[in-house]
Structures are given as structure tokens and as C-alpha cells.
């Protein structure tokens, strides 16, 4: 089995499993995650292929309901939940679908499309947690696009029923829920959520009248992390605690 490095000519890892280690954030693990992310989209065999032997997981759960998929990878200390972002038809009417959900994870509403996407799938994936072999493990949720929207219900959902979230990387993700919901839930996560955008990507902007939440990484044009002011005033929002 892997030791969960996986290198490039003998440079730094490209998944390094070993900053998933560490519950804090660092950009080794972020690199990680997004690669995981990115691996989300692949097919079933590769994404266990990648996660088993390349990444020294020890097995990895599917979940595939309607337009929402995800996979678990887990070890005997790290549990990573990763949500496929958006590739068909179907997943960009769940994300310019305009209705609105009361939150059943604390205060607040939230996008109808996303929390309908989540709630399809919620019961197999809390399954696939709750029968983990190892539990109190590091659990990691992470998703690009419309995963990072379902990885954002998805944390709400489990941190409401008491479960310990290491972190929470999304990439390039569309707001998710009204400034209640944002406000319920940034105590409760702390400083574990991290979200990232790249430059001017418009995805990160909509739907308009919805709120993000996490703290703001904004790469500028030559790929280069901003400040949170200088974010703020590319015309991003962002949160921080």
C-alpha cells in the first residue's frame, strides 16, 4: 500500500496524506483536497484505484443519487467525504434553482436545489459515517463547483448532530444560504472552513442574494493568494473568524 505521497519527479506531494493528519489548516492539505475534488469526477475505478494505491486509503464508498455524487475514502485516521461538482444539465438546474428550504440544521434557510441535492443522498452517506470501523478519526469534506455547495449542507448536517469536522475546503463554490444560516453556522465551525475562488469566477457570485460562508483564499489572475481586503475589494465576499 501507498504511503499516501504522491509526487511529482520527487517534488512536494501532490496529495499529501499526511497534512490531513493535523487538524489545522496548511497548504499541503489544501492541496489534497483539491485534488480530491478533482478526483470526484473520474470513474469509479480510478477514483478507487487513485484513493487505494496512490493514496493509501483502505477502502472507498460511492454515493450516486440523481445529480449528486460523492465518494468516502477512509484509513484507520482520516475520513474524506469529497462531493463531484457540476458536469451535466440536470446539476445546473439544481443550481439556478430558485426555491428556498428552512434549515433543519439551526437557523436559517437554505437554497432549495442544494439542500435537496444533499438531502437525496443524506441517508447513505451518514450511513457510510456511522458504520466507519474507526470512529473519531479526521473527517475532511471537501467538493469543487456544486460539491463545494453540497459540502457546505452537508457540514451543517453534521456538525448539528454533534459530529467533529477536521475542515472544510471547497473550490469555487456558489453560495448556499441567507445571512441567518450564515451566521448559525460560522460559530459552530470556527475557523475549519476554508474557501477558495479563483479570480473572477462568476460561480462564486451567484445565486445573488444568498450569502458564503468559511473564510476567503482568492487566487488573482497570475494564480496568487490575495489578502481578505484585497478580496473584499475585488468585489468578493467574505467571512472571517
Known sequence: ???????????????????????????????ALAYASKLSYQPRHIVTGTAENAWGFERVEFFDVGDTQAFYADSAT????????????????GNIDISRADSPFGDGVLHGGFFDGYMAA????????????????????????????????????????????????????????????????????GDRFFRFVNDDDLVTRVPPGWKHVGQLIRFDKNGEPETTSAAEAAGQEAVSY
Open 1 to 31: 500500500m501507498s504511503n499516501g505521497n504522491e509526487q511529482r519527479s520527487g517534488s512536494i506531494p501532490l496529495f499529501d496524506r499526511a497534512a490531513l493528519e493535523k487538524p489545522h489548516f496548511s497548504w499541503p492539505a489544501a492541496l
Open 78 to 93: 482520516i475520513g474524506l467525504l469529497a462531493f463531484r461538482g457540476t458536469e451535466s444539465i440536470g446539476d445546473w438546474l
Open 122 to 189: 443524506r441517508s447513505i452517506i451518514r450511513a457510510a459515517l456511522e458504520n466507519d470501523p474507526s470512529p473519531g478519526k479526521k473527517l475532511w469534506v471537501t467538493g469543487h463547483s456544486l460539491g463545494g455547495a453540497l459540502s457546505t449542507v452537508a457540514a451543517a448536517d453534521l456538525l448539528h448532530d454533534g459530529r467533529e469536522l477536521t475542515g472544510v475546503f471547497t473550490f469555487g463554490q456558489p453560495r448556499v444560504g441567507n445571512g441567518d444560516f450564515r451566521d448559525d453556522f460560522m460559530p459552530k465551525i
